[in-house]
């Protein structure tokens, strides 16, 4: 089975400033996909970017990007210029490719979360 | 573009009681899922659909737990005989055929007194 592990509960940046969240994973598949989701207090959780693991480069969205280490197994999220909206608790999240071979396609395997705090 | 919804956004019971929350996935999207996500946790894979066929459960579902897609399009997630401990948000998702990206509705919380 696939475990996803987020070791920061809580971090903290100052407005416009640069913040990286850690995630590593552990799996014995090859092919799969990892995202990072976005959940602010009572809200909807959201989709903030997505890296196939069969691709070299790394995802970026806007001021959103990833740094994807598939042999240490680790998968990195870099906010650039952080900005007040986006406080939330993110979640690094795994889920097995098609053809992957394995039983768990279809759901995804989330890490515990870390609650990220943005300074004015 | 309607999103996931589903209802009720919040809902207080007895322990005993039944509970049941509705799920409308984004339409077109044959694939849905059911988490539980207690505060300050990740959420935790309960049990997904293809269309109208129940794919997968977790061991987190229980007996007394019960979801179905009838038709392959809304799903029910029924809870019996509530207990405190199943007070959580009950999150639905779904995503379209061939998708990589699953989209998730904004919860159901569920408090057990």
């Known amino acids: 089975a696939q475990t996803v592990t987020q070791s920061q509960p809580e971090m903290s940046v100052q407005e416009a400033e640069t913040v990286t969240l850690s995630c590593t994973y552990d799996?014995?598949?090859?092919?799969?996909?990892l995202f990072w989701y976005k959940q602010p207090p009572s809200r909807q959780m959201i989709l903030v970017i997505r890296?196939?693991?069969?691709?070299?480069q790394n995802a970026t969205e806007n001021r959103f990007s990833v740094n994807f280490q598939k042999a240490a197994k680790s998968f990195s999220l870099k906010i650039s210029d952080s900005q007040l909206g986006d406080a939330a608790m993110y979640f690094c999240?795994?889920?097995?490719?098609?053809?992957?071979?394995?039983?768990?396609?279809?759901?995804?395997?989330f890490g515990q979360g870390t609650i990220l705090t943005v300074h004015p | 573009d309607t999103g996931v919804s589903q209802d009720p956004r919040h809902k207080i019971t007895k322990r005993g009681q039944n509970v049941t929350f509705r799920c409308d996935p984004i339409?077109?999207?044959?694939?849905l899922y059911w988490y539980r996500q207690t505060l300050g946790q990740g959420p935790e894979f309960l049990t997904y659909?293809?269309?109208?066929?129940?794919?997968?459960k977790s061991r987190l579902l229980s007996d007394r737990f019960s979801a179905e897609r009838p038709k392959g399009s809304f799903s029910t997630l029924e809870i019996q005989r509530t207990e405190q401990g199943d007070s959580a948000m009950y999150l639905c998702?779904?995503?379209?055929?061939?998708?990589?990206?699953?989209?998730f509705g904004e919860g159901s919380w569920l408090t057990v007194v």
């Open positions: 998702a779904s995503s379209a055929r061939g998708g990589n990206t699953i989209y």
């Open positions: 799996t014995s598949e090859s092919d799969y996909y």
């Open positions: 890296q196939e693991a069969y691709k070299q």
């Open positions: 999240a795994y889920r097995s490719a098609p053809n992957a071979g394995g039983t768990s396609y279809g759901k995804l395997t």
């Open positions: 339409s077109e999207h044959n694939r």
């Open positions: 659909f293809q269309n109208e066929a129940q794919l997968e």
